[in-house]
T-cell receptor, first 113, second 112 residues
């Protein structure tokens, strides 16, 4: 009955590869997000979707492409992985209403070697 | 751009003591939120305080907000070892919660 679930939990891959991270929420929320947390714990928003529509796209390399097949799912595809992409990626969701808190998944730790 | 800054970066206390963490932010806000992150887990929402509120309580948590100083504090009373985690403040931009900007967090260690 996990509210926001991400897969995989760990991802180890080599530079240049393409990988995807999947996220699903069963909370009925309209808005979903991808955040990146670096090694110093700094959490930065990457993308936000509301009802499958992209509403926030921060300064993120074009190698990162989010896809939302429906409002319960938001996947993140990364092309040509680089060493600097190593981080923990968090999916989150919210009702999208003003003042509504975010519900986070447990993260995907991506290590690029 | 980063909005909130927590202080201190790290805090180590004994069980039973109180822990106070501070957050400063830069622009006007309509609310401020605190989150907890246990090691290896996602962030969990703790409490939200609106800009027209000065203080809010939830169990052993007490949050204050001073909009004139653009600062907030999170007090955890009678701390427990299970409170060991990183604590983040977050503020919305673009007029709502569409984009929450997080600080760098305070790492709290509660020693048994």
């Amino acid at each position: 009955d996990t509210a926001v679930s991400q897969t995989p939990k760990y991802l180890v891959t080599q530079m240049g590869n393409d990988k995807s991270i999947k996220c699903e929420q069963n909370l009925g929320h309209d808005t979903m997000y991808w955040y990146k947390q670096d090694s110093k714990k700094f959490l930065k928003i990457m993308f936000s979707y509301n009802n499958k529509e992209l509403i926030i796209n921060e300064t993120v390399p074009n190698r990162f492409s989010p896809k939302s097949p429906d409002k319960a799912h938001l996947n993140l595809h990364i092309n040509s992985l680089e060493l600097g992409d190593s981080a923990v990626y968090f999916c989150a969701s919210s009702p999208g209403l003003r003042d509504s808190p975010l519900h986070f998944g447990n993260g995907t730790r991506l290590t690029v070697t | 751009s980063q909005q909130g800054e927590e202080d201190p970066q790290a805090l180590s206390i004994q069980e039973g003591e109180n822990a106070t963490m501070n957050c400063s932010y830069k622009t006007s806000i309509n609310n401020l939120q605190w989150y907890r992150q246990n090691s290896g887990r996602g962030l969990v929402h703790l409490i939200l305080i609106r800009s027209n509120e000065r203080e809010k309580h939830s169990g052993r948590l007490r949050v204050t907000l001073d909009t004139s100083k653009k600062s907030s504090s999170l007090l955890i009373t009678a701390s427990r070892a299970a409170d060991t985690a990183s604590y983040f403040c977050a503020t919305p931009t673009q007029g709502g919660s569409e984009k929450l900007v997080f600080g760098k967090g305070t790492k709290l260690t509660v020693n048994p």
